[in-house]
């Protein structure tokens, strides 16, 4: 009895070291367990889906048609680069290392004619091997503009400057009392932005999305599991505005007004008694004078 016990302890022992040992080729190098969103070996199925998001839970985002009558389970890009948000933002959005491009006239000293009232928010794409086109940052004149310096000028005589529209784009250094401060390439732009400016985005930030915004989807599935998206290109157009929203001040409790008194009715005088011996055509006697 006790050598049957012996033998089954063994025996045992040797399944468990005969799993461990499996383990790692069937789970991968690392010894991690792939999930249900790591693309098999076997065939697999592209699909494009649309609809607007009603739920969300970290990386996993579920997505509704129209109808609302078909869901799925869509897992964000691992690189951000398959991501692009485009919606309108608030000032708040704002802060500096962001990528920013208006355009405004400027004279060729640099000074900007009127604050910009037009801004985007962009995030860079990458052109080759997952660099950034260098071309994407600057000042450049736009077309209609043919900036030129004046020359032949009387000696002594101020010459006029002339101006133009040029498009800025570069990295966001500072924002404060109203003015941006944009490193464009070389140059360090100093420009007035408008409180009312429409501010819109092409960013892979992905912070501000929210339920209710439209979503466009490019992945795979598992041909067994459609409603589960492995998605390779997304894009979202938000349905609101990015940025915190402004506190709104509580307003000032209204004085309490004082009760309004009203005057007390005066009493009407009394006449004058008549004595009983008077004449039945004897006057009334007058009243005696107010005393003061």
Known sequence: ???????????????????????????????????MWTRPKGNVENVEIKGKIVGMQ?????????????RWLVKMPREANGVRVYGTARLSYLQPGMMVRFSGVFDLKGNAQAPIERLEVFTPKPVKE?????????????????????????????????TGSFVVSGQLRGFRKGELFVAAGPTLVRVPLSEKAEISTDVTDTRWVQVGDEMEVSGWSYPYLKTHVVATRVTIHSSHP?????????????APKAPETKPEPQAAPKPAAVPPNAPPNAPSPAPPPAET
């Not at 970290?58 to 078909?70: C, F, T, Y």
């Not at 071309?135 to 043919?146: K, P, T």
């Open 1 to 35: 009895m006790n050598t049957f016990k012996i033998l089954c302890s063994i025996i045992a022992a040797l399944a468990m070291l005969l799993a461990a040992r499996s383990a790692p080729a069937q789970f991968g190098v690392d010894e991690s367990q792939p999930d």
């Open 58 to 70: 970290r990386d996993v985002v579920q997505l509704a048609n129209e109808q609302a009558s078909q």
């Open 130 to 162: 997952g660099m950034v086109d260098p071309q994407q940052f600057g000042v450049f004149a736009e077309e209609a503009f043919g900036a030129r310096l004046l020359q032949n000028e009387a000696p002594g005589t101020q010459p006029k400057l002339e």
């Open 242 to 254: 990015m940025g915190p929203a402004p506190e709104e001040k509580p307003a000032k409790p209204a």
